[in-house]
């Protein structure tokens, strides 16, 4: 019988260790193998070989840094339907852990910033990571420093179209997202941005249907544009 308790005893050390080394690796902002190269994709906006880094990262599998990542990568490559997938799987939770997750990504993206502050696309991701906690400004003032670096890009005007949208400043909202089209004629969310806030300020029917359809050419299977 002491045998068999000392047997238990070691069996159950041996699932707690289990268990623990678990959550440390959920806990990890990402897989450690792929975080440097992932970092390097990001410094050079290839965000294809971002998404292909992250290709076994799903909502069930990974840190919330992980698939916000992969998310901007799925809207970058017009895998418009995953991007949301990923992004709605952060927010699909009670609002603690919400908040959480939400605060894992704002850091990360700070110490990111600290490590690259001449990188737009760690400016961009730390401007999302303000926008996510609702912080307008902060994500706008970093959105217009990543537009400093790297004018012109479609991904920043969209984001900065988002804001002025969020501080009702319909002129600014819609100069960007319009920038933001004619700059990435080949990229579906500036289209699908634009059709939602025409929809949200009553722009008339055929202006929506016409942006979104432009989306579709892009991203065929898009969910909010069909």
């Known amino acids: 019988m002491k045998k068999f308790y000392s047997l238990l005893k070691i069996m159950s050390f041996i699932t707690l260790c289990s268990f623990n080394s678990q959550l440390i690796s959920q806990n990890q902002p990402l897989h450690l193998q792929n975080e440097v190269n992932v970092i390097n994709a990001l410094l050079n906006e290839n965000w294809q070989g971002v998404y292909d880094l992250l290709k076994e990262v799903d909502i069930n599998n ?5 698939r916000l990542i992969k998310a901007h990568a799925c809207l970058a490559t017009n895998r418009n339907n995953e991007s949301l997938r990923l992004y709605r799987s952060i927010e699909l939770t009670d609002s603690l852990t919400i908040k959480k997750n939400y605060s894992d990504w704002h850091l990360w993206t700070s110490d990111l910033v600290k490590k690259y502050p001449q990188s737009s696309v760690a400016l961009y991701l730390y401007g999302d990571s303000y926008a996510r906690l609702m912080d307008w400004n902060n994500a706008l003032s970093m959105f217009k420093k990543a537009d400093s670096i790297n004018p012109n890009n479609p991904i920043i ?59 579709l050419k892009h991203s065929s299977n898009s969910i909010l544009a069909l």
């Open 62 to 66: 990974a840190s919330p840094v992980s």
């Open 157 to 215: 005007f969209n984001a900065m179209g988002t804001i002025y949208s969020a501080l009702n400043d319909g002129n600014n909202a819609i100069k960007y997202f319009d920038n933001s089209i004619k700059n990435g004629k080949t990229l579906a969310e500036p289209y699908i941005s634009r059709a939602t806030y025409n929809l949200k300020h009553s722009s008339g029917k055929e202006g929506v249907y016409n942006k979104m359809k432009e989306s």
